[in-house]
């Protein structure tokens, strides 16, 4: 198990760091939505899809 874990340490390591900033991500994705901000920009006029955007 030890011979697996030093020649997979890399591996691991990054796999760890990525797997933070995927959490971080989320976590502030979570929090602007219970702030009621939103990733599109909320320029509707703009938008092709307007007339789907934010349930309009």
Same mark, same amino acid.
């Given at each position: 198990?030890?011979?697996?874990?030093?020649?997979?340490?890399?591996?691991?390591?990054?796999?760890?760091?990525?797997?933070?900033?995927?959490?971080?991500?989320?976590?502030?994705?979570?929090?602007?939505?219970?702030?009621?901000?939103?990733? +599109?920009? +909320?320029?509707?006029?703009? +938008?092709?899809?307007?007339? =789907?955007? =934010?349930? =309009?």
């Amino acid at each position: 198990m030890l011979a697996w874990l030093s020649a997979n340490i890399g591996t691991i390591i990054v796999a760890l760091v990525l797997a933070v900033i995927v959490a971080l991500i989320i976590i502030s994705a979570v929090k602007n939505k219970k702030k009621g901000k939103s990733s +599109c920009g +909320c320029n509707c006029k703009c +938008c092709p899809n307007s007339c =789907h955007c =934010h349930g =309009h």
